[in-house]
């Protein structure tokens, strides 16, 4: 079985689910405003498009992501923004035809990634495992850009330990990105799962120490909701530093919504 197998179902079950938000909208309601600045719906699917689309470049054709990785280096702070404008504009059953298409094509590229290989992006080059684990963070995050513009409340599942470990794994990353030096004590880590068992990571002795939801951790490190509304506590003043800039996701820091 491939190594990423695991992750990529995951990936499938996410989409899928998100899929069922969307399919049946009618085409004035891609238009609904979702709480990222500028983003409708609609902007939020061809967003998705767009970086799967680009993933499976980097997985299938170096030479064609290296392409797009030169044009976004023209525009680093708004090629993110003006793919989905231009995606956004496509009838609401083509783009959802493309997107399912395109993701398809994504996933099960993954599975054909040698163990070892890594696959390029904008940051830095991530194995088959990795590159779904992202492509599921961002998956979950925007699903519930999507979800809250419809009202809809998504019951957490046991896919966000893939989203909660990413987290975890981007805390040297979160404070490189606001200049600040990285903690050079270990973390531990402990949350509760939607199942009520517990995930952990980082010793268990480690003097700085998170811990709470594990739903909230992964809203927080995506900055889909404000600390204040999450149970999420620190213990420790690097741990208590990390929750006020966390970020699961590439490029500059507070641009959780885009």
Known sequence: MAAAAPVVADLRAESDDLDTLVAD?????????????????????????????????????????????????QDPAGFVDRAAEDLAVTDPPELLADWRATRRLLHDALLTVEEGRKLPWFGPPMSAPSMATARLMETWAHGLDVADALGV?????????????????????????????????PFHVELRAPDGSLWTWGPEAAAQRV???????????TQ??????????????????????AQAFAGPPGQGRG
């Open 25 to 73: 909208l009618p085409a004035d309601r891609w238009a609904l405003a979702t709480p990222a600045a500028g983003w409708t719906i609609a902007h939020q699917i061809a967003h998705l498009l767009w970086t799967d689309r680009v993933a499976l470049l980097s997985v299938t054709d170096e030479a064609g992501f290296n392409v797009v990785l030169g044009d976004a280096a």
């Open 153 to 185: 409340r998504r019951p957490p599942t046991a896919r966000l330990r893939s989203v909660a470990h990413i987290g975890v794994r981007t805390r040297d990353f979160a404070f490189a990105v606001h200049g600040l030096p990285a903690p050079t004590a």
């Open 211 to 221: 811990s709470g939801s594990a739903e909230d951790f992964c809203l927080l490190v």
């Open 224 to 245: 889909r909701r404000p600390r204040a509304e999450l149970d999420v506590t620190a213990v420790g003043p690097d741990a208590e530093r990390w929750l006020t800039i």
